[in-house]
């Protein structure tokens, strides 16, 4: 444990150094800016991120998600966001990707209503106790009251696979794969936080019989690290059989966090919803379908956000960003005539043209009354992979002048090499901030031993793999047994609210570290005397 | 008008005649089919279209969307429909074509949460007023009451215009553009039919302050033709300065139905949220800022749907067929050895390929058990463009045999020139399905200058052009002096649950007719006195 709240140690004394480093790089661009813009915005008058990351990583994410345009809270009613056209390109982007993933699987699209009806909600019981607390009833139409009210969608099953008993005729129809986008609602009484818990949020939703690949995978997209699970009985979906699950990490605060989910919903709904077919073995016996479901949302935005922000904002994968380089003309200085800042200024337009026709989405700020200073620390803010400056001295050199926004990184690239340097640096920066995550969730999984090790491993931001018995009680327990023990002092507002969450189970990991002998080691919970099943992973999480 | 009538008598029988001659071709065909399937399905299994769209156009209506698969009926709540997967495919056509047109235009995505609060809703006393009887209301979150109701969007004037007050600073920020994608509620008391009225239907909504371009022009695209012009007063968007729109016209019944708005707000609505900006042109003095919004639903596919189906079920024009044709193996007889037959199926494999690789979306049908006829009839439900039929016959002369689906037309093209051939067909299909749906359209546009013409236009399933005084009041009367004037039998249940409708104002056409002398031709109303401001087309309507 001491080698890891070491390495805990060492990678927030890296990053505080890497911090001062950008803050003397940032100070460095602002005295380089050489415009004398009279009455125009320098770069202390931008009003960025005002707290870091490591001191109160709460207040930081709301500041990021806000200020770097990706969302505006829905003041009108709380636990509701907008999402700005920021979000709706990286969320385009994923759901593109998802699509041509699916189309190839041969789902096809559907939309259902977005209300269901009492009557289907009740056919799945343990279904219905899951989400009933958060469901949001329309009682009224008009001035007048409905006869039955209907509940808004928490997720579709139960508006679905009624009309899956009545399309499924034959084992023909095998397997039957639908997805559709939508939103959903689920009236959250816990505090809502954009993107991770929203009381309205974007997915889609498959649902089939037969389609068993993990509905994984955007990790490479999004460079989040994933671990791929099974869900503990606890933890599953309501109603399910089982659940597959990709659980990612949060540096920042050493917190689990669910990105997509797949549930294997057995037979259950299909016995409730009589979604049968001909035994193709037996005739005129009847068989039950077995049905998947998967879901990705919005969601994984936020931890994205939260896994590659930093002090100056958003911090973007290349792959997602709308703009992917910005280009911005500096040193043109008074002394300079009309005729060299048009000159100069045509050089640009070519640049632009260029990065363009390689495929590179570039964007030109040319606002005028803007400090190049105060445009750098704007676009960083709102997490442009790469920061592409111009002014005559480069022009004199025939290169631009470059400056990364994951690492700060700068150097410059001959213009006559733009259309292939570019591209393979913003990949490079692509894969760097996925490795970088990836070191990061790998360093900060431990594999726990002894129980008095598990609270001081969380307090140092870790998720634990322990040996378990996989027994729903024994999570309660281990839940009850974390809760209020941190031995640490609070860390920030956010650790004020919660000082010490307990732990829960985040996922069986498919791929099983060694140590664990079967009807011989002992589940970790000082309080349980079972065997241990598996290797379990538990963390604090959202 | 003698004229007129014995146009649309004549048009009917050709439409008669035509149906004659499908249905002789298909019985013709039936006869062809010579695989003798013991157990199997032949033609006249089949469950198709079991009136004719000219006896009971409503009912004909709902067995096609229902048949072909487009739609199916939400039995939990009234009003509500499933878009199946062939209409999705439709949809995301239109979608992604409109998206292209907007995203040229600079228009950016957004997503609103799907509330909104009673205090955004009473800002706009007119707009409120418009919506209030169809507006659904959550009153309930998991078994507590909310302490202030939210209503479902019926349209996001009310969502969003608070927003624009907080976004648009400056003059700079002009012209503000948001678009987005999703699905409404509007909870109607009156009879539901798919696509058309439902209480939950799918749109985009674009909101901007200086778009000009009319959010029109999907005709196209669906091969329906429209008329654009301006919205009457009494039939304009609730709040709003003016609307302008296209309208359609359905031949089998006559009446005129409206696809896509365009509503110029004014400034009623940035009065309302107080969205401004500093007059450019006099420092300090604030203006409010001119509105637009538009919206294309997915309306406009019911409305494709009433003006090109036929007798056996759907007709689809090329461009938004998910398979533009089909290929049916004919002809595979039981004297046919296994070597032959899997010497033409793959032969048949090979057709399938070469189309494909034209781009030419084609699946082929081998389903086993079912005559070439059974499948004819089944593809003709669905609406398929183009059928292609490959038997022996056909592979010894290196040619497949076509029948249109739009005309019943049959030829053969040489296998050669398949991959030119086949799209110049599909090209001319969907030119043929435009100009004989643009053809009807104007030949039942009619002119009218006397009142005691009007009624026996109607009934002759025309819309009609009048000298008009622009007057709401005026609007009422032609209303309340067109309803129970029917000078015709009923013809079919539709007509005799509403025997004679009365008709409104679709739109005062940009392109006036001549004939209209201001100051001089009265209003066409006898019970009006006033004079005629412009020609606006009147007509039964959706």
Redesign the interface.
């Known amino acids: 444990m001491e080698e890891n709240k070491e390495q805990s140690k060492s990678a927030l004394k890296k990053a505080e150094k890497a911090a001062q480093m950008a803050a003397k790089k940032a100070e460095k661009a602002a005295k380089q800016a050489t415009l004398p813009v009279v009455g125009g915005k320098k770069a202390d008058d931008i009003i960025g991120i005002t707290v870091k990351k490591n001191e109160n990583f709460s207040q930081w994410y709301q500041e990021v998600v806000l200020k770097a345009e990706l969302i505006?809270y829905?003041t009108?009613?709380s636990g509701?966001?907008?999402?700005?056209?920021a979000?709706?390109?990286i969320w385009?982007v994923i759901r593109k990707w998802f699509q041509e993933h699916i189309d190839e699987l041969g789902v096809?699209?559907?939309?259902?209503?977005?209300?269901?009806?009492q009557?289907?909600l009740e056919k799945e019981k343990e279904h219905v106790e899951g989400f009933?607390?958060?469901?949001?009833?329309?009682?009224?139409?008009?001035?007048k009251d409905l006869e039955v009210?209907?509940a808004?969608r928490p997720t579709s099953e139960a508006?679905m696979y009624?009309?899956y008993a009545?399309w499924i005729r034959s084992h023909r129809d095998l397997p039957f794969r639908?997805n559709q986008w939508?939103?959903v609602?689920r009236?959250e009484?816990k505090q809502t936080t954009p993107f991770l818990r929203a009381r309205?949020f974007?997915w889609q939703e498959g649902h089939t019989a037969h389609l068993t690949e993990q509905a994984a995978g955007e990790e490479q997209l999004l460079a989040v690290p994933v671990v791929r699970g099974r869900k503990t009985e606890a933890e599953k979906f309501a109603g399910g059989y089982y659940t597959t699950t990709v659980e990612g990490y949060i540096p920042s605060n050493g917190r689990g966090i669910q990105g997509a989910t797949s549930h294997c919903l057995g037979q259950n709904f299909s016995k409730m919803f009589d979604i049968t077919v001909e035994d193709p073995a037996e005739k005129g016996k009847h068989i039950h379908v077995w049905q998947n479901s998967w879901g990705l949302s919005t969601r994984v935005i936020g931890v994205m956000v939260m896994i590659h922000g930093d002090d100056k904002g958003l911090v973007l994968p290349p792959r997602i960003a709308k703009i992917q380089s910005i280009l911005i003309p500096v040193g043109l200085t008074a002394k300079m005539s009309a005729e060299e800042k048009d000159a100069h200024m045509k050089k640009v337009d070519e640049l632009l043209a260029t990065l363009k026709k390689a495929g590179v989405r570039t964007d030109v700020d040319t606002r005028e009354g803007y400090t190049p200073a105060w445009k750098f620390n704007d676009w960083e803010l709102k997490g442009v992979p790469l920061r592409i400056e111009f002014g005559p001295k480069d022009a004199a050199k025939d290169v631009i002048s470059y400056a990364r926004r994951d690492t700060g990184e700068k150097g410059t690239i001959p213009i006559a090499e733009l259309t292939t340097k570019v591209p393979e640096l913003l990949e490079t920066i692509q894969q760097d901030m996925y490795n970088k995550a990836e070191a990061s969730f790998r360093e900060h999984r431990l594999k726990i031993e002894k129980w008095e090790d598990v609270v001081p491993a969380l307090d140092a931001k870790n998720v634990v793999l322990i040996p378990h018995c996989l027994v729903p009680d024994c999570e309660d327990k281990i839940k009850e047994l974390t809760t209020g023990r941190s031995d640490e002092a609070a860390e920030g507002p956010e650790s004020q609210k919660a000082p010490s969450m307990g732990m829960k189970s985040l996922c069986i990991p498919f791929e099983q570290p060694k140590g664990l002998v079967k009807g011989e080691t002992k589940c970790l919970n000082p309080e349980c005397s079972r065997l241990a099943e598996q290797w379990c992973m538990f963390g604090r999480s959202y």
């Open positions: 505006e829905y009108e009613i509701f966001f907008i999402m700005r056209p979000t709706m390109y385009n096809e699209e559907t939309n259902f209503p977005m209300f269901l009806s009557k289907s009933a607390p958060e469901l949001a009833w329309v009682t009224k139409a008009g001035d009210p209907v808004v508006v009624p009309y009545k639908l939508n939103s609602v009236w009484a309205e974007m």
